[in-house]
């Protein structure tokens, strides 16, 4: 009988091939692999031709599915290239590491362990053990003259063919490391080796003879060198267990990295998926692969550039004492030959090739949750495969196939799955939208955590929606997730929301949730014709808000402080826009009265009041001489100049183009200016800056210009009728007054009528 322990790195090109090479010698009749046994069903697809690495093993508890773990295979990782070899050879291959429905039971041990404890559990010993064990390999390496274990690994295993004894070597080595280090005191790790120990002996009892174990290497010399059974057996009986599930899932490159906080990550990944693919590659096709990306960005490489690169990297090898180019000695030659030193360039080559965005594919014939399921397979009708780099897509609405997209990616955003981001759309219709794509792992739990509400995704959106209203305590936050349903084509969920909001409606008598909600609501609108939306439906739910908030706004702008009248103007502009949008006269009509409301109230905020009265303005209502009317009785309030800049700033609110082209407003609002106290003056000066950066550069300018010219004079008209009953003593008595309040300087005798 004879059991070949081969102690490897997890995802190593080197590795994979002395794995691959010794099974191919060896003929084992068995392979045990480090893995979760619950994974072990799932290694009947590894033959399947459209499982196609990097893929992992997702294994999860059903009844928490946040509680989850990953297993990820790289095509040159050790363990995949020994299951892919047991599978196509008919040799049975079995998992061995610590069943995951123990350690998922150990980990809620601990945690409520630690809820029960002071949060204060590390000691000087402990830091010192972590130390220690942080990276056991960086003794080796400073031993060969290394600085990191990691390098030294790769370029004594990885890099090297014809590895022949590398097992035996490995097994030394970590041997002597851990006859020297102190035992490491892990509770976990020691059950993860008395179980692998306890396959490894049940293989046997099998009656499999050429048993050949696959393992990190670390765990190697407890796998040759076995204690009794009884101690393993002892140390194993009495764990709980709980319920998991498993199932393969698409991975990425990005994902197998350090970076991603993958703990057994590897730092390349592209480049080690070019050393397996290209063993015997002396730096040259990976030169070639970088002038291609240069190229395709529009950036010349020429032939010299690619040879010159490979020859400094040779010399670079050469004076490191090394047997082989590695991607260090690559990358300080491609900066510096082919980058000119440019590290941006350099983090270019490092996104699409050192790292890359490869993404694995999983047969949608594998077992896995219904919803999960469901989503696949709506992916693949749909021709929106799952993909790890960026990209943008742009859906027209009038087509079937298109709009079907459109209602699967908001669904998915209702159930919190941010695959897709919406993007803007540069165009004045509604029938276009816009997506940024991005496929990542981790989607594959939020789907399962969602599937206790559906086991499709139109039953799951809907019911998450209907509990979201149902939850949700503000109108504003309804009527948000309404605009989110209606593009997601959910009927049953619409009614939903609707009902809730008329509830909500009738139930406030705060305008301000109100104004927040009605914005949303008016915009659903925008997609009554490309989606068929029952358009009269919401109308009447939004004209009947309007209808409450018109009531009410007069005597929401009494009385309030500067920052609530700010607020309450920005809601303001947000109602203008809404009724102009929904373009009923007679709700426009009602619309105006209430704003004359709002302008005429001497209580009202002045901010919110000068607002007002530009969209009167601006909708020529008020216009000649009753806007001077207005903008004169304005300036003149209580003589109260901070209310009156106030006013100004939201009468200009936006826009100072009615200042250049009405004479008789520039010249009150000069004469106005031209009469400010020194001390007024600086005290209003911020506020008059506020108001005039909001205008456009040109806009400023001609207005600067306008100011150095001098203001003009007022002209008052007066008719013949209204002299009829004139009581000319009394009048000139008044002229003065009337004159200073106008902001007229002039001497009495030089007014006339």
């Keep these: ?8 790195r997890h995802h190593g090109p080197g590795s994979a091939r002395n794995v691959k090479t010794f099974l191919q010698q060896a003929k084992p009749d068995i392979i045990l692999v480090e893995g979760p046994p619950e994974g072990d069903e799932l290694l009947r697809w590894s033959a399947h ?18 509680r989850a773990v990953f297993y990820p295979f790289a095509e040159f990782s050790p363990e995949w290239q020994a299951i892919h070899l047991g599978a196509h050879n008919n040799v049975p291959v079995r998992f061995m590491d610590l069943p995951l429905s123990h350690k998922f039971a150990l980990e809620q041990k601990e945690e409520k362990k630690e809820d029960n404890i002071s949060n204060y559990t590390c000691t000087s010993n402990a830091a010192a053990n972590a130390e220690v064990y942080r990276d056991p390999l960086r003794y080796l390496a400073e031993a060969a003259g290394f600085d990191d274990g990691e390098r030294w690994w790769e370029s004594m295993f990885e890099h090297r063919i014809n590895n022949d004894g590398v097992f035996d070597a490995v097994h030394e080595a970590i041997q002597t490391l851990r006859t020297e280090i102190p035992e490491k005191d892990n509770l976990v790790e020691k059950l993860r080796e008395a179980y692998m120990r306890k396959i490894i002996r049940q293989a046997e009892k099998d009656g499999y003879n050429n048993i050949a174990v696959i393992c990190g290497a670390w765990h190697a010399p407890v ?24 199932t393969w899932i698409p991975w990425t490159y990005n994902r197998l990295t350090f970076a991603s906080g993958y703990g057994a990550g590897i730092q390349s990944p592209g480049w080690y998926d070019h050393v397996w693919h290209h063993p015997a590659d002396d730096g040259t096709l990976w030169m070639a692969k970088i002038a291609k990306l240069f190229r395709s960005k529009d950036m010349d490489t020429s032939v010299a550039h690619v040879i010159e690169a490979v020859r400094l990297a040779e010399s670079l090898t050469s004076l490191r004492g ?18 000119n030193g440019d590290d941006i360039l350099l983090q270019l080559i490092r996104e699409e090739l050192i790292v890359s965005d490869k993404i694995g594919h999983v047969p949608y014939e594998v077992p896995k949750p219904p919803l999960l399921q469901d989503v696949e397979k709506t992916q693949k009708r749909l021709r929106l495969p799952a993909e790890a780099g960026i990209k943008e897509l742009t859906l027209d609405l009038r087509e079937a196939l298109q709009l079907e997209r459109s209602v699967f990616l908001h669904r998915l955003l209702l159930i919190e799955i941010v695959w897709a981001h919406p993007l803007n759309v540069r165009s004045k219709g509604t029938f276009k939208e816009s997506w940024q794509l991005k496929w990542e792992p981790e989607f594959s739990i939020s789907i399962i955590e969602r599937g206790n509400w559906g ?9 998450f929606a209907s509990h979201q209203a149902k939850e949700a305590s503000s109108l504003q936050v309804v009527c948000v997730l309404l605009e989110k349903v209606i593009p997601s084509d959910l009927p049953k969920a619409v009614e939903s929301l609707i009902t809730q909001i008329n509830n909500l409606a009738a139930a406030t008598n705060d305008v301000v949730q109100l104004l927040e909600a009605l914005p949303s609501l008016v915009s659903i609108s925008r997609y009554g014709n490309v989606r068929q939306t029952d358009e009269t439906m919401m109308l009447s739910i939004v004209n009947s ?16 402080d500067e920052e609530s009248a700010s607020a309450l103007t920005g809601h303001i502009y947000q109602l203008n826009e809404s009724v102009s ?18 302008c005429d109230h001497q209580h009202t905020a002045p901010l919110i009041a000068g607002y007002c009265t530009r969209i009167l303005s601006d909708a020529k209502v008020y216009q000649g001489d009753m806007l001077a009317v207005k903008f004169n009785f304005a300036l003149s309030r209580s003589g109260n100049v901070s209310e009156s800049a106030s006013w100004i700033e939201g009468f200009l609110k936006g826009s100072g183009t009615i200042l250049i082209i009405d004479e008789r407003l520039w010249s009150l609002v000069d004469q106005w200016v031209q009469h400010l106290s020194e001390e007024d003056f600086i005290a209003l000066l911020p506020l008059m800056r506020r108001t005039f950066s909001q205008f456009s550069h040109a806009e400023r300018r001609k207005i600067g210009e306008k100011a150095k010219k001098g203001g003009g004079e007022i002209t008052v008209k007066v008719t013949e009728t209204s002299l009829d009953n004139l009581d000319e003593a009394r009048a ?4 003065p007054v009337v004159a200073q309040l106008l902001g007229i300087q002039k001497k009495k005798n030089e007014i006339s009528t």
């Design 1 to 8: 009988m004879s059991i070949h322990v081969l102690g490897i």
């Design 49 to 66: 031709s459209e499982l196609k690495p990097p893929v992992a093993i997702l294994a999860y508890r059903p009844d928490e599915p946040n």
């Design 223 to 246: 796998l040759v060198n076995m204690p009794k059974q009884k101690e393993d057996t002892d140390l194993l009986k009495g764990l709980a267990k709980v319920k998991v599930e498993t």
């Design 322 to 339: 090394l047997s082989k180019i590695g991607l260090a000695e690559l990358n300080e030659a491609t900066l510096a030959v082919l980058c």
């Design 455 to 463: 086991n499709t995704l139109e039953e799951a959106s809907a019911n």
């Design 545 to 560: 808000m309007i209808a409450r908030v018109f009531v009410s706004i007069p005597t929401a702008c009494v009385g309030i």
């Design 581 to 598: 949008l929904l373009n009923q006269e007679a709700q426009r009509k009602e619309w105006y009265d209430t704003l004359h409301l709002i």
């Design 732 to 735: 000139m008595n008044a002229l």
